[in-house]
């Protein structure tokens, strides 16, 4: 009984330095990559220090520079290659709609688009051949996830900018009304442009943050205002900037045309919610058709089914 106990506890102590041996050389490897990453950026921090390694030199560049930078880059001008004419226009457009301007947002757009291609092969092919499903499981399986990596990053660009648009439709009533308030009460058009901007937060509240500063860097109140109706779309939005644009033409107090545009936007404000209202049954139309009243024809008619088809028996 002793033996086989004692060559047990020698296999315990041999895992257990085993263990310590190992735990040991991961520490010093970390203590040691560590340390690297220390000198690292205490090297990116001193300016006109020369490494004369190159790997050292490239090293210094963070990783993200060194590999994700150059392989997304490779990315978008793939899509842009592969792309029709005038695409990436249109997702320019739709970014600036959606609130993002820049080309970083394009670019990376045009990469997710590149890489979402690429996988329809792939993951369609593990559906089809490899997931185990048969029939017309597989074939409606496979054509949602072709249909979602194809549409999928356009419909959600194009999503993101509808709803952007929606709240600057809804907002601009409640802006335009304190807006008008703030201009009867003595202050000029930017001024009280820029306390309702202050208190109002939201989309259409960023959108005439710029114009401010726009209007501040050196450009005319029209030009301002014809950016902001084409960085927005919104056709409400885009009647407002007119009648100002008309108002400092003709010489029109801005207050009274304030007014005007603050009840006429309450008026469309309410229409539109009328048509979301009216579209709503011929919405809730398709889900009662195709999972209600099967469902109710079942529970309504099956046992009628049943006994008929029993006395028929």
């Not at 060559?7 to 970390?30: H, M, N, P, Q, S």
């Not at 439709?169 to 309702?196: H, M, N, Y």
Request: aromatic content about 6%; charged content about 20%; proline content about 4%.
């Amino acid at each position: 009984m002793l033996a086989p106990l004692a060559v047990e506890g020698t296999g315990l102590l041999g895992i257990v330095a085993l263990g310590t041996v190992v735990a040991f050389v991961i520490y010093l490897v970390a203590a040691q990559a560590d340390e690297k990453a220390v000198v690292r950026s205490s090297l990116r921090q001193l300016e006109g220090y020369e490494v004369e390694n190159v790997r050292d030199r490239a090293l210094l560049t963070p990783f993200r520079q060194r590999a994700l930078v150059p392989a997304a880059k490779g990315l978008t001008d793939l899509g842009r290659r592969l792309t029709p004419q005038g695409y990436v226009d249109k997702v320019r457009k739709r970014f600036v709609y959606a609130g993002e301007i820049g080309a970083d947002a394009v670019d990376r757009f045009l990469a997710i688009r590149v890489i979402t291609i690429a996988l329809v092969p792939l993951l369609g092919g593990w559906v089809w051949f490899f997931s185990g499903l048969t029939g017309m499981t597989r074939t409606v399986i496979a054509l949602f996830v072709i249909a979602l990596l194809v549409l999928g990053p356009d419909a959600t660009l194009n999503r993101k900018a509808e709803v952007r648009q929606r709240l600057i439709r809804i907002k601009l009533p409640d802006v335009l009304d304190l807006l008008t308030i703030s201009v009867e009460a003595g202050l000029g058009f930017e001024q009280a442009l820029d306390r309702t901007v202050a208190a109002v937060p939201g989309p259409l509240s960023d959108e005439f943050q710029r114009m401010l500063g726009e209007v501040r860097a050196g450009a005319s109140r029209g030009q301002a205002m014809r950016g902001l109706q084409e960085r927005s779309n919104v056709p409400e939005l885009r009647s407002f900037v007119l009648a100002i644009l008309q108002a400092d033409t003709f010489g029109v107090s801005i207050g009274r045309v304030l007014r005007a545009q603050a009840d006429e936007m309450r008026i469309r404000r309410r229409q539109f919610a009328q048509e979301l209202a009216q579209k709503a049954p011929v919405k809730m139309l398709i889900p009662m058709v195709f999972c209600i009243f099967p469902a109710l024809f079942v529970v309504v008619l099956g046992p009628a089914v049943i006994n008929i088809a029993n006395n028929l028996a």
